[in-house]
């Protein structure tokens, strides 16, 4: 009787101390059961984007009207021109990406037509595809391929991101070209130059 106590004593240990070392592993399974696979990764890629120090920008060919020019292809997309920024630039592009509010879903038409690929050191820490008219961004599923998180566009970080983005990649004369063209939210002032 001794020998049932104490084995199931032990055993009572044993599962105690396995709960203990991976709630946070079943916290994030209930999170996952409860939000969804893609949103619990949207807040991973979003929030807890890690510090970055570069971050490398991509204009997309617009409705593949401008393919000619495509240097390569990222996500599905035609990347017609790219600009890695560094340091606090890259940081500050990083804040407003990690307080980037979520919401909405949509297609993904491209509309202004950019991506992002975040850089610690040498290692890529995350990529996407961005759009302000459907107000998502694309997001690596796994085996699921790609997926899109909404985002509130017309928040105050969506809209500094954006007038980042496009002073980053785009001459004054596209930008007109371009919000001529646009029904997505307004675009925030120029405040510095282009580069």
Request: net charge neutral; hydrophobic share 40%; with cysteine.
């Amino acid at each position: 009787m001794k020998k049932a106590l104490v084995r199931l004593g032990l055993a009572a240990l044993v599962l105690a101390a396995f709960g203990y070392f991976t709630s946070d592993f079943w916290e994030r399974q209930e999170r996952i059961y409860i939000l969804g696979w893609r949103d619990v990764k949207g807040d991973e890629v979003t929030y807890g984007l890690p510090p970055v120090d570069r971050v490398e920008i991509l204009r997309f060919s617009r409705q593949h009207s401008d393919v000619s020019q495509a240097t390569d292809v990222f996500m599905n997309q035609d990347v017609v021109a790219r600009k890695m920024v560094a340091g606090p630039e890259a940081e500050e592009i990083g804040k407003l990406w990690r307080h980037l509010p979520h919401g909405g879903d949509g297609a993904m038409c491209h509309n202004p037509p950019f991506g992002l690929r975040f850089f610690e050191g040498r290692k890529t820490v995350f990529e996407t595809t961005i759009c302000w008219s459907c107000a998502n961004f694309s997001i690596e599923m796994g085996p699921f391929g790609l997926g899109t998180v909404g985002f509130a566009p017309q928040s105050r970080n969506a809209q500094e991101l954006l007038g980042t983005l496009r002073l980053e990649m785009m001459t004054p004369e596209e930008r007109k070209r371009f919000d001529s063209n646009l029904d997505a939210p307004p675009k925030p002032g120029d405040k510095k130059p282009s580069s």
